[in-house]
């Protein structure tokens, strides 16, 4: 397979603990992006890396969340003491130009 | 405000019927825009770019307005495949974050 990979798909964690949730774009593509999407909502905006530079973070992402594309390829999305608020599918993707889209992470924290 | 808006709908029509989404975004400086199709817990996928001049793709019909920030889709001769969440995206440059309207859901019955 060669599209988008995320891992974890799922995650159940407690509130107050640490996640990291990992995104493989498609290989060469230069941009990756997380959005995040709550049940019924579209898809919004998180944070998007042009190679391992992060260009735009939204006001969305507070200081709990981080993320890093160290070498350019992988990238990962770590929430530090997490919220009930968190819980959502965090969607990564990866472009040329066309954002193509990985399977997701679906977090829940209980 | 949201920057993008849809009806949620659900729409629900039968095989063979013509559905109408429209959408429409706020931010005249959006220069790129898509609808996307997102099946039940899938990820999204591109369906097709919106251009001026209006594009076709089989069943499928996408118009921009401009002047009015209006996008819509046509879809004829519906399918039972064709049951998914639609999505309105616009971007404000090619390459940078999408911005998604909240979805409209489309239910084809038999």
């Known amino acids: 397979d060669t599209g988008v990979s995320q891992d974890p798909r799922h995650k159940i964690t407690k509130r107050g603990q640490n996640v990291t949730f990992r995104c493989d774009p498609i290989s060469e593509h230069n941009r990756l992006y997380w959005y995040r999407q709550t049940l019924g909502q579209g898809p919004e905006f998180l944070t998007y890396f042009q190679n391992e530079a992060q260009l735009e973070k939204s006001r969305l992402l507070s200081d709990r969340f981080s993320a890093e594309r160290p070498k350019g390829s992988f990238s990962t999305l770590e929430i530090q003491r997490t919220e009930q608020g968190d819980s959502a599918m965090y969607l990564c993707a990866s472009s040329p130009k066309t954002q193509y889209f990985g399977p997701g992470t679906r977090l829940l924290v209980l | 405000r949201k920057e993008v808006e849809q009806d949620p709908g659900p729409f629900n029509v039968p095989e063979g019927a013509t559905v109408a989404f429209n959408c429409t975004y706020s931010n005249s400086a959006s220069q790129s825009f898509f609808w996307y199709r997102q099946d039940c817990r899938k990820e999204p996928k591109l369906l097709m770019s919106?251009?001026?001049s209006g594009n076709e793709d089989g069943r499928f019909t996408a118009q921009l307005n401009r002047a009015s920030q209006y996008i819509s889709l046509l879809i004829r001769d519906s399918k039972l495949s064709d049951s998914a969440t639609y999505l309105c995206v616009v971007s404000y440059n090619q390459g940078g974050k999408l911005i998604f309207g909240q979805g409209t859901e489309l239910s084809v019955k038999p």
């Open positions: 919106v251009y001026s």
